[in-house]
């Protein structure tokens, strides 16, 4: 199996549990949006995002750029939490901190593959969901719309004002979007940054 294969295993399964984390953690704090739309699923097929979990990531990897990508987000409703101001800022960042465990975890199994059970396919398959995963916590905790790192912003966002921000907010992917890319080609400030981390993750390795 190729690695561009592998890639897109691990982003699938990463953005899968990345959402369905948003939604427990919303339904924990009383909001059932996730739970009455049957996003509180690990079957993939209901949270893959053609154009941003298999073609976007897919056009970039052969573009050579850093992939990115993702899923088709669970729905929460704020007005639905019993704590809305304080609770929704950390059902965002959750899906971020899944990442984070996820990548942790791919990490030990990457070390044990290595110095255990040397199969380099196993090696490969948990390099490549750790890079995934430790790119999605950077990546979704940019405080820019619409990732989930504008939450921890939109805490303190005045009253008068949230109205019209979660508006843009609805509409934000695709000039966000349009900036990665252009970053990627120009200033690589982003794509940069993402680039360190996994070189970081990787160092780690022994």
Not at 99 to 119: G, Q, R, Y
Request: proline share 7%; charged share 10%.
């Amino acid at each position: 199996m190729n690695s561009q294969v592998w890639f897109l295993f691990a982003l699938v399964v990463s953005v899968m549990v990345h959402e369905v984390t948003h939604g427990y953690v919303a339904l924990l704090f009383g909001d059932k949006t996730a739970k009455e739309a049957h996003r509180l699923s690990f079957n993939p097929l209901r949270h893959i995002d053609i154009l941003g979990t298999l073609i976007v990531p897919l056009i970039l990897i052969v573009a050579g750029m850093t992939p990115i990508g993702w899923a088709k987000p669970v729905p929460v409703d704020p007005s639905r939490l019993r704590n809305p101001r304080n609770q929704f800022p950390i059902v965002e960042v959750a899906g971020p901190l899944s990442n984070a465990v996820m990548s942790a975890m791919a990490f030990a199994m990457t070390e044990l593959a290595i110095h255990n059970v040397f199969l380099p396919n196993l090696v490969n398959l948990w390099i490549d969901f750790g890079l995934v995963n430790v790119v999605l916590c950077i990546f979704n905790l940019l405080p820019i719309p619409p990732f989930d790192g504008s939450a921890l912003l939109e805490r303190f966002w005045p009253d008068t004002k949230r109205a019209a921000y979660f508006k843009f907010r609805q509409y934000a992917l695709p000039i966000t979007m349009g900036i990665i890319l252009l970053d990627n080609q120009t200033t690589h400030v982003i794509s940069g940054l993402l680039y360190h981390v996994q070189a970081w993750w990787l160092s780690l390795l022994n």
